[in-house]
Each structure stands twice: as structure tokens, then as C-alpha cells.
């Protein structure tokens, strides 16, 4: 029975290169994954409890230095009627407590006395002290500097304007709570700080009230903290507190105070408030929050749960609930992406990948021994094979093997030698070499395509013919044809044909491309920058040097496979064509080297220099074209070249406009800025002084006329 190699070889090399891979795979990825989420977990319940513990040291100190107020204003040790030691205490406070961002003391007649760090945290106290002539504010500094800035001025107000501590919101919220609580966010202080206090009602024995004390913690302090851990590399942490309302976000500074407080210029009482949760701006910290909530009913922790990011990635969150003295419940979160946290997993896999494939390139290599050694006749049968692609039918070899399509393809290509053995009798044997190469049957066909035509030939090429040996004129050449061919084909060209000393070539086809007319350009300067080389070589051997001229022109063609059934050449053809071989033969004219049309050059934008040389109308045309000289790559070339070009074109201008002096003047001084020959101005000038001798007809154009290819 016959079994087939393919089979064979396909089953056991799949089979055992994809077992290799899952299982690996899966292990490896399966216990990385689990391993690394459970130091994740670890790191995560670390990180919290250190943001616990730096919230509980912030808010635990607030509430014990109102406990410590009420102890002393209640047991009278401090008294309320010395305001000198009222600040003083406050002061002391916040000396004492560097997250304290002032400590109030209100009055029941309205007074307020105040300790504030400044912003360059020295401690100043001020004073709002009501009586029958208003309110009077009062600033004592601890660093003089301030008291010269009228920012901190003392001032004056009446008793309907001046402040009253009794209408601010911290005095409200004590006063219903009727005893310590968590104000929300506020703007508090002439510096508008966003403050988070914590208030608290004194009252004497006889539950008289003798004063209301708030402790002002900066908003942005426990969210800059935030800010400086580094959670991996995009991971968040937040706190939210008992209204379900995040408090604190990662920010650097008071510029981000919009993610986390919003502004209502409608609340004239409190115009700045957080985000309910539902408005929150950052949508990876809402929906985290939601599912907390939804998964959490009890004060226990939510554990760790997953969701999808704003961009569809997933996110890995973790949340841990702690109380304070007040009951206040809060909360801290961790949200982290996946993508993070596995990120070490997933170059892994990816080197996990690479063995595989290694492997797998290792199974395949493998196999292929093993066929090479189940079917050595296959070795045979492929030089056969090879044989009959060259057309050399002489052999008669049978090949036998016990592999069903090593057996067909012997019987098969039998079959084909003895049919091709026919065919070369009738078809020419380099046609059939090409049909062999191009994997296709080639027919007479073409397309209309825009394409770049490029012609180029070796000025005086019959003077050096005659200068050299056969035998040195065919290598130099050949080494000139390598040199052009090389640098079209670098440049995506096609060649078409060498005629004589003459390449022809093209770019569009056959495959389309945008960019055709400045890959041309470019080749065309790369030939002249290769074939100088060439020249030095030619040079030092003693031999004559070749001149290229090359012409360029951009246009539509037929481009396809021309000629007869019996023999064809893949080719383009049209006008196009001849005027761009009509172009690289004026080069004789101007004395040039690199010839373009207009169309082309305005295909290439700005890339390169290329001056305007005339308005020639080629042998065979009554229609004149603007004709350019290719000079070089913009930015390559040097200021004295470009103001010549420049003085050239204005020559060309004046001379189109009939002003024959001033267009004479130009091209001369063209030449002389340019520093070198210039045949073309040379020639230009000459044209002006004919005209200046004897003036053409009103009818004249401009346009020259070539009488020679």
C-alpha cells in the first residue's frame, strides 16, 4: 500500500509541534499568571495600607487636636476671651502638624481666630474681630516679609460686609452635627485653598456653646501623595469616602484640581464641590467605584475584581474599607491594567514563542531529513525535473518509488518530456525558457498607464569605438551597462532594451507607483554620481571615458507585451516615449547631461533643482515643451549654482519677452556666476545677439525648433 509523504510528514510534524507548544504554553502561562496575581495581591494590600496609614495619621491628627481644643476651651484653661492665645494654640497646632493646613477657632459673637501656613510654610495668624465699629481683620507674621505685601493687608469692614464666623459653612456643619464631623471640599482662606475640615461644637457644662474649632487638611496634600507613588507603570490609587465620593486622586499639583472637584458658579454659597460619582471625569475610577459598591453591601473587604478600562483594556482593582474615630467609613482603591501586571508574563510568552518556533523549525528540519531518506529517488526526479525546465530532453531515466506522488510525478514528467520532445519542433526554445521563468502564459496584451520613460546613450560613442580594441570596447561597455542597470533597478525601474550604446527604461509599470517620476530623477542622478567613479577607473587605465546623456519625460503609454504571437518584448510605446529619447538627443544641443520635461519635473514637487532651460519644440512636433536641466537634489545644491539658475531663468524670461539685451546681459552673468563652462547660457546668448541683429517675426514664440533626434 502507498501512503503519501505530505501525510506522513504533515501529521506527525503538526501533531507533535502543536502538542509541544499548548502544553508549554499553558503551563508556563497558566502558573505565571496565577503566581503573579497573587504577588500583585500582596503588593496591592501593601500599598494600601501604607495610603491607610498616611490618611489615618492626616485625619486621626485633626480629630485629636479638635479633642485637645475642646479639653482646653472647655475646662477654661484656654480662655476664649484672649485672642492673643487663641492664635497662638492654633499656631502651635500647626507647627506641630505639617498636613495642617490652618486651624480656626470661631466664636459665638462671629470672631474667628486663625493659624494658616504660608507658602513658604511659615505660620501666620489673623484675626476677625467684631464690635460696634465692624470687623476688624488683623495679620500677625512670623515671617516679616509679608508684612509689606498688601496681599495681607489689615483691614476694615462693616458689620453687614465683614466676615462672620457664624455663616461659613465649617460653623454649620458642626453646629448640625452638634458634634465632630468631615466637612466636604470648600474654598477656605484668601489664597483659596480646596480643604477638606474637621469641625467640632465646644460647649461648657451647662451646654452653652464656647466655641466651634476646624481643621483645615489641603485637598491637593493627600492627592499630591497619591501622586507619587508608582503603581506599576499605570496603575491609580484613590480614597473614597462614607458619601461615596472620591476625595483624593494621584495629581502633582493644584493645576489638577479638576479631576477632582468640580466648579458651579451657581452655588454662590459653595461653588466648588466633588464630583458625584456618576460625573466623576476619570471613567476607570467610576466604574471601579461602582462595582465596589454593587459587590460590597458590608464594611468588609470588596477583595479583587476586574472590569473593562475606558479603551477596553482590563483592569484589575482591589479595595480596602477602614474607619475612623469620627464612624466616617472610607475607603482605599487600587486600579491597576492588566496589561502591567502580566506584562513580564507576556515577554515570556513571547520567548516561549521563539522557542517554539525554533522547535518547530527544528521538527521541520527533522522531517525533512526524514523524507530526503524515505525517498532518495526524489533527488533524481527533481534533476529530471530541473532537465526538462532547461528543455534538455535527452535523458531516458525511469525513476521508481513506492510514494503515491513520487510515482505520479515520475509518470508525469515521462509524460512531459515525451509531449516537450514534440513542442520544440514548432516553438522556439528561448520562448519556452521565458514561458518557464514567467510561471504564466504570455499573450499580446497592454494597458494604458502613466508611466516615466528613461533614455540614456554615450556622447561620441562611434569616435570611442574606433579609439578602442573589440575586446576593450565590449567590457568597458558591458561595465557601463552594469553600472546604469544597476542603479535603475535600485530605484524600482524597468529595463526595457539596450540599443547600440543606448539603455531604455522605464518606471510605473509593471507594477503602478506614485512616486515614478522622482525615482527616475534620482536614478538618473545616481547614474551620473556611479558613472564618475566608472570614469576614474577608465582613466587611470589609459582608456577613453564615457559621457552620458540621459533624457526624462513623464507621460501616458500603451505598456504590455508587444510584438507578434510567435515573439514578443514586454515594452511601453507612444509618444511618451519618443519625446523623452527626443530629449536625451537635445542634450547634444545644450551641451548637457540630464534632460527633463516639464510634466515630469512637476510630478517630483520640490525634491530637486532643475533649471528651465527652453521651450523646444522636438523633431517631428509643431508644439513646444518646457525643457529642464536636472541639476541635483534640492539642498545639495550650492548657493553659487542656484543664483546662476536663477540669473538664467531671468535671461530665459526676458529673452521669451523680447528684451534681447537685458536676456543677453543675464545669460552672461549666468555663466559667470555659476564659475564654470555653461554651453547653455553660452548658447542662449548667442540666440539673443542673432536676434538683436536680425528680430524674428511678430508671430515668434520662443519656441525652438530641433531638427536632430
Not at 77 to 92: N, V, Y
Not at 556 to 563: A, F, H, L, Q, S
Request: glycine residues 8%.
Amino acid at each position: 500500500m502507498k501512503i503519501t509523504l505530505r501525510f506522513t510528514l504533515a501529521t506527525v510534524i503538526a501533531s507533535l509541534t502543536v502538542f509541544t507548544a499548548l502544553t508549554v504554553f499553558l503551563v508556563s502561562y497558566g502558573g505565571s499568571r496565577r503566581s503573579l496575581m497573587e504577588l500583585t495581591d500582596n503588593m496591592i494590600d501593601e500599598v494600601a495600607k501604607g495610603i491607610i496609614g498616611k490618611t489615618s495619621t492626616l485625619f486621626d491628627s485633626a480629630e485629636r487636636a479638635n479633642a485637645e481644643l475642646d479639653f482646653l476651651i472647655g475646662s477654661g484653661i484656654l480662655d476664649t476671651r484672649d485672642g492673643q492665645a487663641l492664635m497662638r494654640t492654633a499656631a502651635a497646632f500647626i507647627r506641630d502638624n505639617e498636613g495642617f493646613t490652618s486651624v480656626d477657632i470661631g466664636l459665638p459673637n462671629g470672631d474667628k481666630y486663625k493659624a494658616e501656613r504660608m507658602p513658604d510654610d511659615s505660620v501666620s495668624m489673623r484675626c476677625y474681630v467684631r464690635d460696634a465699629h465692624g470687623v476688624r481683620m488683623t495679620w500677625q507674621h512670623a515671617n516679616p516679609a509679608y508684612n509689606d505685601d498688601p496681599a495681607f493687608k489689615n483691614t476694615v469692614k462693616d458689620l453687614a460686609k465683614g466676615y462672620d464666623a457664624r455663616t461659613r459653612p465649617w460653623w454649620k456643619a458642626a453646629i448640625a452635627k452638634g458634634g465632630a464631623a468631615w466637612t466636604d471640599i470648600y474654598v477656605s482662606g484668601l489664597r483659596k485653598q480646596f480643604v477638606y475640615s474637621c469641625v467640632a461644637p465646644i460647649y461648657n457644662a451647662k451646654h452653652e456653646l464656647l466655641a466651634v474649632t476646624s481643621i483645615d487638611i489641603n485637598v491637593v496634600t493627600l492627592s499630591q501623595f497619591l501622586g507619587t507613588l508608582q503603581i506599576l507603570q499605570h496603575g491609580k490609587a484613590f480614597i473614597l469616602n462614607d458619601k461615596h465620593q472620591v476625595i483624593a486622586v494621584p495629581m502633582h499639583g493644584e493645576e489638577d484640581i479638576n479631576q477632582l472637584v468640580r466648579h458651579n458658579p451657581a452655588d454662590t454659597e459653595n461653588p466648588y464641590a466633588l464630583y458625584p460619582l456618576d460625573a466623576l471625569p476619570d471613567v476607570t475610577l467610576r466604574k471601579a467605584v461602582e462595582l465596589f459598591l454593587l459587590r460590597s453591601a458590608t464594611r468588609e473587604n470588596a477583595g479583587r475584581f476586574e472590569f473593562a478600562g475606558a479603551d477596553g483594556a482590563t483592569i484589575i482593582c482591589r479595595m480596602l474599607r477602614f474607619p475612623y474615630r469620627s464612624d466616617t467609613q472610607f475607603a482605599v482603591g487600587i486600579a491597576i491594567p492588566e496589561s502591567d501586571i502580566l506584562a513580564g508574563v507576556n515577554r515570556r510568552s513571547r520567548v516561549i514563542f521563539a522557542g517554539i518556533a525554533g522547535l518547530t523549525g527544528i521538527a521541520l528540519l527533522l522531517g525533512l531529513t526524514l523524507a530526503k531518506a524515505m525517498s532518495r529517488s526524489l533527488t533524481v526526479l527533481a534533476g529530471e525535473v530541473d532537465k526538462v525546465g532547461r528543455l534538455d530532453l535527452s535523458s531516458d531515466a525511469v525513476v521508481t518509488s513506492r510514494l503515491l506522488e513520487v510515482h505520479d510525478i515520475a509518470a508525469a514528467v515521462a509524460g512531459m518530456r515525451s509531449s516537450l520532445r514534440s513542442f520544440k519542433k514548432y516553438v522556439p526554445a528561448d520562448l519556452v525558457l521565458q514561458l518557464h521563468a514567467l510561471r504564466k502564459e504570455a499573450m499580446l496584451e497592454g494597458e494604458r498607464r502613466e508611466v516615466t520613460a528613461f533614455f540614456s546613450d554615450i556622447a561620441g560613442f562611434t569616435r570611442l569605438a574606433e579609439a578602442l580594441a573589440p575586446e576593450a570596447l565590449v567590457t568597458n561597455l558591458g561595465a557601463y551597462f552594469e553600472a546604469v542597470s544597476h542603479v535603475i533597478l535600485e530605484r524600482h525601474g524597468t529595463v526595457d532594451k539596450y540599443i547600440g550604446d543606448s539603455v531604455m527604461a522605464f518606471w510605473g509599470a509593471p507594477l503602478p507607483r506614485e512616486d515614478h517620476a522622482i525615482q527616475a530623477c534620482e536614478a538618473a542622478l545616481d547614474c551620473r554620481e556611479r558613472l564618475e567613479a566608472l570614469r576614474a577607473r577608465f582613466t587611470v587605465a589609459g582608456q577613453p571615458v564615457f559621457e552620458t546623456r540621459i533624457g526624462l519625460h513623464s507621460g501616458e503609454v500603451i505598456v504590455g507585451n508587444i510584438g507578434s504571437p510567435d515573439r514578443m518584448n514586454y515594452t511601453i510605446i507612444g509618444d511618451a516615449v519618443n519625446l523623452a529619447s527626443r530629449l536625451e538627443g537635445l542634450n547634444k544641443v545644450y551641451g548637457t547631461h540630464i534632460l527633463v520635461s516639464e510634466s515630469c519635473y512637476q510630478r517630483t514637487g520640490d525634491r530637486f533643482v532643475a533649471r528651465r532651460l527652453d521651450c523646444v519644440a522636438v523633431k517631428g512636433k509643431a508644439k513646444g515643451v518646457v525643457v529642464r536641466e536636472l541639476v541635483g537634489r534640492a539642498g545639495q545644491v550650492d548657493a553659487a549654482r542656484l543664483a546662476a539658475i536663477a540669473r538664467y531663468e531671468e535671461g530665459l524670461d526676458a529673452y521669451l519677452a523680447r528684451r534681447w539685451e537685458e536676456a543677453e546681459t543675464a545669460f552672461a552673468e549666468a555663466c559667470a556666476a555659476s564659475g564654470e563652462k555653461d554651453p547653455a547660457a553660452a548658447l542662449m546668448a548667442d540666440r539673443c545677439r542673432a536676434n538683436l541683429a536680425s528680430a524674428p517675426p511678430e508671430d515668434w514664440s520662443g519656441v525652438f525648433c530641433a531638427t536632430e533626434k
